[in-house]
């Protein structure tokens, strides 16, 4: 994902730990203004990040998909701090009904409505092995 500052930020799986890093715009500095030297590493050593997201006001949103469930969103400012005034302490835990399965793609989509309203999209497939759509929506 790029943040506006031109901030190129991403996520891979390196053993037990999913780091997210920031290189500066040009493609190849770690940003020293994220996290620490350019490195966040994101909590839960379980967890499998598929898809990050900014949104409108240069925050990276991360849904956590654990064991192969949607389970949370963690928000990080835009210098890879977990923002304070998301969830508890910067991480939003979705709550799905218990008759769906997510499946291990965790969210598709992920949009900021006004309001800062966040929509997810994911699939999942119910308790009759059907495959159907879920929408999330999460607010401070």
């Known amino acids: 994902m790029i943040l506006a ?6 996520t ?4 037990p730990a999913y780091p997210m890093v920031a290189f500066a715009a ?5 940003d020293a ?14 967890l499998f990040i598929p898809n990050i997201f ?5 925050r990276v949103l991360v849904p956590t998909t654990t064991m192969g469930y949607l389970e949370s969103v963690l928000r990080y400012t835009a210098n890879g701090a977990l923002d304070p005034s998301f969830g508890t302490a910067g991480k939003a835990t979705l709550s ?18 006004s309001g800062g309203r966040i929509v ?5 497939y ?6 159907v759509v879920v929408l999330s929506r999460l607010w401070n």
């Open 33 to 46: 203004t994220f996290g620490n030297g350019g490195v966040v590493n994101v909590p839960n050593s379980n």
């Open 96 to 113: 799905i009904p218990s008759d769906l399965s997510l499946g291990t793609t965790g969210a598709l989509a992920a949009r900021v409505q």
């Open 26 to 30: 040009d493609g190849k500095t770690l």
């Open 12 to 15: 891979f799986d390196y053993g």
């Open 5 to 10: 500052g031109g901030q190129v930020v991403g």
């Open 126 to 131: 119910s308790s009759n092995s059907q495959n």
């Open 54 to 58: 900014v949104d409108d006001q240069n």
């Open 120 to 124: 997810l999209l994911s699939y999942a």
